[in-house]
């Protein structure tokens, strides 16, 4: 097994800081997941680890040994891609050791973990297959057991899931994450989607522009978001955020969005109750086992996730509370959580 240190890392092009002096460090055998949106500079983190780019500065330890210097191809390191990059002309049997002949591992040795690896991953009745007669997901089979054939102790995947459709999407999800820990190996992978990293993760890495912004379970993104964006970014749908006042103890929401405090509650934090903050319905979304329910209070919004189908038209009037347990402040300039 082995763990991932990142110290002070910097990616910079000019000015430009697509990392921006980020620290973070896996455990043994943990599944972390890089998250963030478009630009954040989680796949760039990803490629400084594997050694396809050079850090500016900083550096990358790989169990106790510093490899900020060291080729990619001596790292130890297992990648999966988000282009399956499967070799058109070769059967899945070659694609998935073409590694080992490179680096002239013994025709015995090479069928030895074929046959383990393709067993793995429910690939053994393909493996005379061109990647022409694969679907999507049997692709990406083929791609995770040519990584994980070299049997490293560590596996980067940059975003692998995002060529799948949703039902696939999801069944990859649970198989990646069971291979993981059958496995015990250390996994660290890049997703823009929330549902993969809190479904999956040990521990979640947000980033935003370059920077680490929280990292923790994904229990703890989720019970206690450190910055306004962590709110907004964890959570479907997202957390509530809506300029606040105080009010016998607790956070009303203020009528225009402006001050200095801003509350977070969760829509599914909040009910439909004969007294609290009135409101008035402006729509809603069914979506089967609940309904997510927009309400205005002033020039503010907030949305209302409750079971079932509530029957509440456009105009209705309204009153929500939540419980003090579930409120979250924020200071409305820095974004940042507020203590108690």
Same mark, same amino acid.
């Given at each position: 097994?082995?763990r991932i240190?990142?110290?002070? =890392?910097?990616? /910079?092009w000019?000015?430009?800081?697509?990392?921006d002096d980020?620290?973070?460090?896996?455990?043994?055998?943990?599944?972390?997941? !890089?998250?963030?949106?478009?630009?954040?500079?989680?796949?760039t983190?990803? +490629?400084?680890i594997?050694?396809l780019?050079?850090a500016?500065?900083?550096?990358?330890?790989?169990?106790? +040994?510093?490899? %900020?210097?060291?080729?990619?191809?001596?790292?130890?390191?297992?990648?999966?891609?988000?282009?399956?990059? #499967?070799?058109?002309?070769?059967?899945?049997?070659?694609?998935?050791?073409?590694? !080992?002949?490179? +680096?002239?591992?013994?025709r015995a040795e +090479?069928?030895r973990?074929?046959e383990k %690896? &393709?067993?793995l991953?429910?690939?053994?009745a393909?493996?005379?297959?061109?990647p022409?007669q =694969?679907s999507?997901?049997?692709?990406?089979?083929?791609?995770?057991?040519r990584a994980?054939?070299?049997? &490293?102790?560590?596996?980067?995947?940059?975003?692998? !899931?995002?060529?799948l459709? &949703?039902?696939?999407?999801?069944e990859?999800?649970?198989?990646?994450?069971t =291979?993981?820990q059958?496995l015990?190996? %250390?996994?660290?992978?890049?997703t823009?989607?929330?549902?993969?990293?809190?479904?999956? &993760?040990?521990?979640?890495? !947000?980033?935003?522009?370059?920077?680490?912004?929280?990292?923790?379970?994904?229990?703890?993104l989720?019970?206690?978001?450190?910055?306004?964006?962590?709110?907004?970014f964890?959570g479907?749908?997202?957390m509530?955020?809506v300029?606040?006042?105080?009010?016998?103890?607790?956070?009303?929401?203020a009528a225009?969005?402006?001050g200095?405090?801003? #509350?977070?509650?969760r829509?599914e934090?909040?009910?439909?109750?004969?007294?609290g903050?009135?409101?008035i319905?402006a729509?809603s979304?069914?979506f089967? /086992?609940?309904?997510?329910?927009?309400?205005?209070?002033?020039e503010?919004k907030?949305?209302?996730?409750?079971p079932?189908?509530?029957?509440?038209?456009t105009?209705?009037?309204?009153?929500? %509370?939540?419980?003090a347990?579930?409120?979250h402040?924020?200071d409305?300039?820095?974004?940042?959580?507020k203590?108690?």
């Amino acid at each position: 097994m082995a763990r991932i240190r990142v110290r002070n =890392l910097v990616k /910079a092009w000019g000015d430009f800081r697509a990392v921006d002096d980020i620290e973070f460090e896996t455990n043994d055998g943990e599944f972390v997941a !890089l998250l963030g949106p478009s630009g954040c500079g989680k796949s760039t983190t990803l +490629r400084l680890i594997a050694g396809l780019d050079q850090a500016s500065s900083g550096q990358i330890f790989i169990d106790d +040994r510093d490899v %900020t210097q060291v080729a990619a191809a001596k790292r130890n390191l297992a990648l999966v891609f988000q282009s399956y990059a #499967l070799f058109p002309h070769l059967n899945v049997a070659d694609n998935i050791t073409f590694g !080992l002949s490179v +680096r002239g591992v013994s025709r015995a040795e +090479r069928e030895r973990r074929l046959e383990k %690896t &393709a067993a793995l991953l429910g690939v053994t009745a393909l493996l005379g297959r061109k990647p022409s007669q =694969l679907s999507g997901g049997q692709q990406q089979r083929v791609a995770l057991g040519r990584a994980l054939i070299s049997e &490293a102790p560590v596996c980067l995947l940059d975003e692998p !899931l995002s060529n799948l459709d &949703a039902k696939l999407r999801a069944e990859m999800r649970n198989e990646i994450r069971t =291979l993981q820990q059958r496995l015990g190996i %250390t996994m660290v992978f890049v997703t823009h989607d929330q549902t993969e990293a809190m479904s999956m &993760a040990d521990r979640v890495i !947000l980033m935003k522009s370059g920077k680490v912004e929280q990292c923790g379970t994904p229990a703890e993104l989720y019970e206690n978001p450190a910055s306004t964006f962590v709110a907004g970014f964890i959570g479907t749908p997202p957390m509530n955020l809506v300029a606040a006042s105080p009010k016998d103890g607790r956070l009303a929401v203020a009528a225009a969005a402006s001050g200095d405090l801003v #509350l977070g509650v969760r829509p599914e934090h909040i009910e439909f109750a004969g007294e609290g903050q009135e409101a008035i319905v402006a729509g809603s979304e069914y979506f089967g /086992a609940d309904t997510v329910v927009a309400c205005r209070i002033g020039e503010q919004k907030l949305m209302v996730r409750v079971p079932g189908r509530p029957g509440l038209g456009t105009g209705a009037q309204v009153r929500l %509370t939540w419980a003090a347990a579930n409120e979250h402040a924020f200071d409305a300039q820095s974004g940042l959580r507020k203590s108690a």
